[in-house]
Every structure is written in structure tokens, then in C-alpha cells.
């Protein structure tokens, strides 16, 4: 969230995707997550986050089977 994107479509983006995370940056901008205080333990979040592997849910199993 920041000011192109508000807290509330961050929380609804957060809910549409599983197992994502919301990091908050204090003072956070699009930039922040490059130079901000703090912004090298937010890229480690997002790495970690990206590399673990997709937890299979019944829902993404299902559409697989319709449309995979």
C-alpha cells in the first residue's frame, strides 16, 4: 500500500491470494522496497515468499482438472 495503491486493495489483493503476506514499510512507497530503512528485509520477505513452493489448495486442484 502507498499512495498508488491504498491499504484496503492491498488487504483485498491479500485475501484473493494464498497463502500471501501484507509487509507493511513504514513510510512505504513503490521506491521504499528498494531504499527505505528496512528495505533489505522486505526484498528478503519477498524472496523468501517467492521461492517457497505453492501450497495445492482443493480450489486451484479443481479449476486444474477444468481447465488445465
Known amino acids: 500500500a502507498d ?5 484496503d486493495d492491498a488487504r483485498y489483493a491479500h485475501h484473493q491470494i494464498d ?3 501484507l ?4 513510510g512505504g512507497s513503490h521506491l521504499a522496497f528498494w531504499i ?9 520477505l519477498a524472496t523468501s515468499w517467492l521461492e517457497t513452493p505453492i ?3 482443493p480450489q486451484f486442484n479443481d479449476a ?3 481447465s488445465c
Open 23 to 26: 509487509h507493511w514499510i513504514k
Open 19 to 21: 497463502s500471501s503476506q
Open 36 to 44: 527505505a530503512p528496512g528495505a533489505a528485509g522486505a526484498q528478503r
Open 3 to 7: 499512495a498508488d495503491v491504498p491499504p
Open 64 to 66: 486444474c482438472r477444468i
Open 55 to 57: 501450497r495445492q489448495t
